[in-house]
């Protein structure tokens, strides 16, 4: 009996040698096994990963609330410093806008009767869901925040996120506590989009730049820079008219499109549940028939609007 | 003569201190301070704390540590999982092998091995990030943050430094 710790080190330490010697190859095999299954969206790589970031998401939580009253204090220190010319750009503006709400008021009153002719049968509005940015847009290799919006809130795969005015990406990840957006900066999105004033259809794709690409423009696409550029609801993942930015740069580097949103800024965001089911809904969730050819029909169509509540 | 509880829990917290300060001092890298633009070019911390214990306490730095702070890199910044824990394990190796080079010698010398090593790192980060988006990501951003790592590299190494002296020991 004495003689039992012996030999357990006995057997123990041809492992431990053979564990050092090996360890290192097998942990870099095992970090290129990872890529691969997690290009490969295995089904428990995923699991892991929102296993962990919901188990530091309190941390996370906690962390950025001094981080975002240091970025209201440097807000408010610019704001005095131009607290001046911004009274006049305002007035300005103000006096702009104030022509355009006769406009809209005079085409809201248009639009209500000729509705109410062809008895339109208007979208259900969005269910909308606040949360706090609770990590950054994540360096150079990769564009997504995490938001404080699980999946006991409504978070689920597939929601767009807008912040302020402006479309900032889509649901990619959820947990019970946490989601994460991926941005529609990142290498990997790909947002259809319509450019609004010509009707041309497009699809924004991210490089890791704050100005990604508009591409697969029609042939015959006359944009000009400072076209709005919203998202055409195509795919039936997105809704249609979630404004995303303007044109910035038409060249031979492609169309460059700057989004609404201020990167830099990114503190509050809202999950937008338009009820519809779409390529990356909840499994089980019936897929849209066919992509809508006009985009509006998105969220027009009575099907797409009785499929999302009968949704439990 | 056997070391009593007390004295071997000492001994394993001041020999887990590597790990968990980096594992703290990446938080930054993930949390939004609110500065314009800078998690676009935020030094990588995990980079440089596992060169520093690589080259000056590999013994406390063991690959499988390396691949635990690489993962939680990766899964809390939002990288293709094995992304960062590949590239902090090529550097652990280098760094180890080469430790001889480092050790003894004034700190530029370190500085310089750094900036060489980490430049091979952050190529290799590209060049997986191409190859799995199957796209080419042409942004001034990862050159930015290569330099940012570099030139912040001898205030991380003064904390390391500290906390060699004072928690490790």
Redesign the interface.
């Known amino acids: 009996m004495a003689s039992r710790p012996v030999s357990f080190t006995r057997v123990a330490q041809p492992v431990r040698s053979l564990w050092h010697r090996f360890a290192y190859a097998a942990l870099v095999l095992a970090a290129f096994g990872l890529m691969l299954l997690g290009k490969a969206d295995v089904v428990i790589v995923e699991r892991a990963r929102v296993a962990v970031t919901d188990a530091v998401t309190p941390i996370l939580e906690v962390l950025s609330e001094p981080a975002s009253s240091m970025t209201r204090v440097f807000d408010q220190i610019a704001e005095l410093r131009d607290l001046r010319g911004e009274v006049d750009r305002l007035r300005e503006e103000n006096g702009r806008l104030r022509r355009w709400q006769h406009v809209a008021g005079g085409l809201q009153a248009e639009n209500q009767a000729l509705r109410n002719l062809t008895h339109f049968v208007a979208p259900p509005g969005p269910k909308v869901i606040s949360g706090r940015a609770i990590s950054n847009a994540g360096g150079p290799f990769v564009r997504s925040i995490l938001v404080n919006i699980g999946e006991r809130h409504g978070a689920r795969r597939g929601l767009a996120a807008v912040s302020g005015n402006g479309f900032v990406g889509v649901v990619v990840e959820v947990g019970t506590h946490h989601s994460r957006v991926l941005l529609m900066t990142d290498l990997n999105s790909q947002i259809p989009v319509i450019v609004q004033t010509t009707r041309d259809p497009g699809v924004l794709a991210g490089d890791n730049s704050n100005r990604p690409r508009l591409q697969f423009l029609p042939q015959n696409a006359h944009v000009s820079t400072g076209d709005p550029v919203v998202t055409s609801g195509e795919g039936g993942v997105l809704p249609a008219g979630l404004p995303i930015g303007v044109i910035t740069a038409i060249g031979d580097a492609g169309v460059h499109v700057k989004p609404i949103v201020d990167w830099d800024r990114l503190e509050y965001v809202q999950l937008l549940d338009y009820r519809i089911e779409g390529v990356s809904g909840a499994p089980g969730a019936k897929p849209l028939k066919a992509a809508p050819a006009y985009p509006i029909k998105a969220s027009e169509d009575p099907a797409t609007v009785t499929s999302g509540s009968r949704r439990p | 003569m056997t070391p009593g509880l007390a004295q071997r829990l000492d001994v394993w917290a001041r020999n887990m201190m590597p790990s968990v300060t980096t594992l703290f001092l990446a938080?930054p890298?993930?949390?939004?301070?609110?500065?314009?633009?800078?998690?676009?070019v935020?030094p990588?911390v995990t980079l440089m704390a596992v060169f520093y214990w690589s080259v000056y306490r590999p013994d406390l730095m063991?690959?499988?540590a390396?691949?635990v702070l690489?993962?939680?890199h990766d899964?809390?910044?939002?990288?293709?999982?094995?992304?960062m824990?590949?590239t902090l394990?090529?550097i652990h190796?280098v760094a180890v092998s080469q430790r001889q080079v480092f050790v003894g010698k004034p700190f530029f010398v370190a500085w310089l091995g750094f900036a060489v090593i980490s430049a091979g790192g952050f190529l290799l980060?590209?060049i997986?990030?191409c190859i799995?988006?199957a796209?080419l990501?042409?942004?001034m951003?990862?050159v930015?943050?290569y330099l940012m790592t570099v030139v912040s590299f001898p205030l991380a190494a003064w904390i390391f430094v500290r906390v060699h002296r004072y928690l490790v020991r």
Request: glycine share 10%; proline share 10%; hydrophobic share 65%.
């Open positions: 938080l890298n993930v949390v939004p301070l609110g500065l314009p633009a800078m998690s676009d935020m990588v063991p690959p499988a390396v691949f690489g993962l939680a899964i809390l910044a939002g990288n293709p999982t094995g992304l824990a590949l394990l090529v190796g980060m590209w997986m990030t799995l988006a796209e990501l042409l942004t951003a990862v930015f943050q």
